[in-house]
């Protein structure tokens, strides 16, 4: 490979987290609970978070663009969120630009009350509704799917917002994990087929909505369990409602949660995140094992499977990379020279253990691939002999349309090339990826029930399991350009 890549390049050669939702209903720190979920939830969206609080009266909201600690440790900014109900959002946009206006929670008066609404997830008609919606004369203020939800509970013409609230998710296509905010309501909504996660909690007697776990912990919260796909759950001062107004479908949740997307101290379905990406090592090592020295994984997404590799192998794992943790996007890049440093801003091979070895590297995916070039091309700059690279995923061939930001399908090096060209693409002696049939083994089950496949995944499979209306009907999202704005 010629040159180097930017930062930029580097930060486009992952799967971006989707966004993270959290709520809490009758507490006296709302808001401040709700900052600490959000910080617990940073991983699934580093671009911007909000927080919409109400205090019986005024709904209050914040939002900025930038981490949950940059601005929601201040006093001032939290001491204006006042209420004992509030819900929150971190985001990384996967529809809509980072602007401003697109971040959530979205708020909006409507008949009958004040409403806000945070999203996880991505719509597959989005664009279609809104062309719809504009038609009869609706008027947006973001470029964000989640407002398509908005309008549609503001122009349902069911009496009661729960009425409401269910007649706009009949409309809408695609995953979605809900909170949402009335003045007497927390509610929270998940897709039918369970594409992204939601989990109820609680705090000494208040119920809790959140993307993952790991929120309750930093809050100390007692898990009660997940919203089943499909369900929506109503929580007032009288309690919490179950409502399942859609017909039960199959569930499929999305498989990259366990791969890449959930922390690693998080559970998923009952399952443990890291002891299933230990497994995912292990399955790979017994489908592609190799003889070498050392097994390296690429931090920090790589270390769980490579230690489940190394333990299945019997070869040694060793921290053979180092990460620099400090490294943010504006690092001033001023001249070619310290661009082509390119990965080594984030990474540095350590020396004392590659040098002589045959190296096994352990990464948990490849999407463009530029980034495996650089840390290959790293090793072996530091002595490695070998290197023979073991991903813990199958091969990303298709886009994803549920909230994951892929790049387009010409993109993905596992579209453009065979195995033995990205072997040759990223330059190392040997490449493997896990089988579809071992991920699903990873994960308890025999393998893939092709006529009824246990989880989302399109990625490997190219197989959808909803209508993709944008998509079908060419829809484009740079129709929506003339709401761009410098932030």
């Known amino acids: 490979m010629q040159g180097g890549i930017t930062e930029d390049e580097l930060h486009g050669d992952t799967l971006r ?22 910080h617990a939830l940073q991983h699934r969206g580093q671009e911007a978070a909000g927080i919409v609080s109400y205090d019986g009266e005024h709904f209050h909201s914040e939002r900025r663009l930038g981490l949950v600690g940059d601005h929601f ?46 999203h996880n997830g991505n719509l597959t008609n989005a ?54 905010l ?44 997940e919203i089943e796909p499909g369900e929506i759950v109503v929580c007032t001062r009288e309690g919490i409602e179950s409502l399942h107004p859609f017909p039960p479908q199959r569930p499929r949740p999305c ?16 399952r443990s995140v890291y002891n299933v990406r230990k497994e995912l090592g292990r399955q790979l090592a017994i489908e592609s094992n190799v003889e070498a020295d050392v097994v390296i994984p690429v931090p920090d997404s790589g270390v769980p499977a490579a230690l489940g590799f190394a333990r299945e192998s019997g070869i040694p794992f060793e921290l053979g990379i180092i990460r620099n943790h400090y490294v943010g996007r504006t690092f001033i890049e001023p001249t070619q020279h310290i661009r082509q440093l390119g990965v080594k801003l984030k990474h540095n091979a350590n020396r ?17 691939g530029t980034t495996s070039v650089k840390i290959v091309k790293m090793m072996y700059e530091a002595g490695a002999r070998e290197v023979h690279m073991r991903i813990a995923s199958p091969p990303i061939t298709h886009p994803d349309f549920y909230g994951i ?81 410098i932030a």
Not at 202 to 219: F, K, Q, R, Y
Not at 259 to 264: G, M, Q, S, V
Not at 352 to 368: P, Q, T
Request: charged share 20%; aromatic share 8%; with cysteine.
């Open 405 to 485: 930001d892929t790049p387009s399908r010409d993109q993905l090096l596992a579209a453009k090339y065979d195995l033995a060209g990205m072997r040759d693409y990223i330059g190392v002696d040997s490449l493997a990826f896990i089988s579809v049939d071992g991920l699903y083994r990873a994960l308890g089950h025999a393998g893939r029930d092709a006529e009824y496949p246990q989880f989302t995944d399109h990625c490997f499979t190219g197989e959808y399991p909803t209508p993709l209306t944008d998509k079908v009907g060419e829809q484009r999202t740079d129709q929506l350009s003339l709401l761009s704005e």
């Open 255 to 270: 498989v990259f949660e366990y791969i890449y997307f959930a922390r690693p101290d998080s559970i998923v379905d009952g």
């Open 352 to 368: 004392a253990i590659v040098e002589g070895k045959r190296i096994i590297l352990v990464d948990d995916s490849i999407v463009r």
């Open 182 to 225: 009335t003045p007497k309501k927390l509610i929270g909504a998940r897709d039918p087929l369970g594409i992204r996660p939601l989990i109820l909690g609680n705090l000494h007697g208040a119920p809790i909505l959140c993307s993952e776990t790991v929120a309750l912990d930093i809050i100390g919260a007692d898990f009660v369990r």
């Open 127 to 180: 664009i279609t509704l809104r062309n719809e919606l504009v038609r009869a004369g609706a008027i947006f203020q973001s470029t964000s799917d989640t407002e398509t939800i908005l309008q549609l509970v503001a122009r349902s013409q069911s009496p009661r917002v729960m009425d409401r609230f269910v007649d706009a998710l009949r409309q809408i296509e695609g995953a979605y994990a809900l909170v949402a």
């Open 73 to 118: 440790s201040s006093g001032t900014v939290m001491e204006r969120l006042k209420g004992d109900i509030a819900i929150g959002h971190v985001r990384y946009s996967t529809t809509g630009e980072t602007i401003l206006r697109n971040v959530q929670p979205l708020f909006a008066d409507l008949w009958g009350g004040g409403f806000a609404i945070g």
């Open 17 to 38: 987290e989707e966004c993270g939702v959290f709520g809490v209903f009758g507490h006296p720190d709302a808001a401040a609970l709700t900052a600490l979920g959000l």
